[in-house]
């Protein structure tokens, strides 16, 4: 069983910037594609971002494209989500997210591709 968790939430006024950090339990943590999705208030979860298990590979939604960059410490079992430019529609619980499969194929952008999920934590952008 691999234990996810976030940490790096908080308030930020808007234009400002967070980072979140997700370390990761276990020793297969560099095998893993690793994903960060959020869900605000009365909406799905969405897609955020994710990153390959070799870092070679990353991937945003549009929302956030050029505004996020995710990034990965395997040495330290981390992954990362640098949030710059932000914005109040930003607001959410951003929850990290592991796939231990070994894909050829990789939809990172489908949650039913992750086997483990981390508790979240909360980011809110004031405006």
């Known amino acids: 069983q691999v234990q996810l968790v976030e940490s790096g939430g908080g308030l930020v006024q808007a234009g400002g910037s967070l980072r979140l950090s997700c370390a990761a339990s276990?020793?297969?943590?560099?095998?893993?594609?690793m994903g960060w999705f959020r869900q605000a208030p009365g909406k799905e979860r969405e897609f955020v971002a994710a990153?390959?298990?070799?870092?070679?590979?990353?991937y945003y939604a549009d929302s956030v494209k050029g505004r996020f960059t995710i990034s990965r410490d395997n040495a330290k079992n981390t992954v990362y989500l640098q949030m710059d430019s932000l914005k109040p529609e930003d607001t959410a619980v951003y929850y990290c997210?592991?796939?231990?499969?070994?894909?050829?194929?990789?939809?990172?952008?489908?949650?039913?591709?992750?086997?483990?999920w981390g508790q979240g934590t909360q980011v809110t952008v004031s405006s």
């Open positions: 990153i390959r298990w070799s870092g070679g590979s990353t």
């Open positions: 276990g020793r297969a943590f560099s095998s893993y594609d």
């Open positions: 997210a592991a796939d231990k499969l070994v894909r050829t194929t990789w939809y990172p952008r489908q949650s039913a591709e992750y086997d483990y």
